[in-house]
């Protein structure tokens, strides 16, 4: 069984003292999940937000990091920055990154396996644009992200990363893709998994959906046979609506 990923990606919001008062008051609130939590702050409130969930289920992520190690890459942060202060995951082809940083797919297979050599667990994110989708490319968009994003690695390190699908346009739009077409999609992707990776890797990833999720929509989202989490942007900075996310389950 897989277990529920739900993460919340902050994006470029909350200073180091709104991040500490954030996770002060979600501490609490989301102590009994039954899913795993993860929180994704600006780089400059990770190692405060390492030091506030220390003994406690919620896990940091970073939302971005450069493939090498260290070198003359101005207003980059490596993978063993990140490591050494205790991030576990790194959001990864985030669609902001694709979009307004043209990161390409090229790039980002060049992040997911650094992330895997220094012990980070990548959450590598794909979905189509509203364009691509309206001319019925979906699966073709995501098949060849996937096909290039996950190129040279071997089926262990797929089995344990987390895919999230994400279609642009529900980003932040207050749209959400049907409970039943983000699983079609998310079935599809498991497919992929199956095809080129085995039974075995297909089986253990977890595949989340992300996409203007809200409290009100987190429940049948998650009734649905292939969506194991979330990637929460807007409605993770409030930790009422975050918890309420991620206590779906009571
Ligand atoms: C995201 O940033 O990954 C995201 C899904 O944002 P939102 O929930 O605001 O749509």
Known sequence: MRRPII??????????????????????????????????????????????????????????????ENGAFTGEVSPIMLKELGVEYVILGHSERRMIFKEDDELINKKVKAAFVHGLTPILCVGETLKEREENRTYEVIKEQLKEDLDGLDKAKVAK???????????????????????????????????????????EIRIQYGGSVKPSTIKEQMAQSDIDGALVGGASLNATEFAAIVNYKE
Not at 16 to 36: G, M, N, T
């Open 7 to 68: 993460a919340g990606n902050w994006k470029m919001n909350k200073t180091a003292r709104e991040a500490a008062q954030l996770i002060i008051e979600l501490r609490d609130k989301v102590k009994d999940a039954k899913c795993e939590v993860v929180v994704c702050p600006p780089f400059t409130s990770l190692a405060q937000v390492i030091t506030l969930v220390e003994d406690t289920n919620i896990k940091v992520g970073a939302q971005n990091m450069y493939f090498e």
């Open 161 to 203: 990363m987390v895919i999230a699908y994400e279609p642009v346009w529900a980003i932040g739009t207050g749209k959400t893709a049907t409970a039943e077409d983000a699983n079609d999609v998310i079935k599809f992707i498991r497919n992929y998994i199956r095809e080129n990776f085995g039974n075995d890797a297909a089986e």
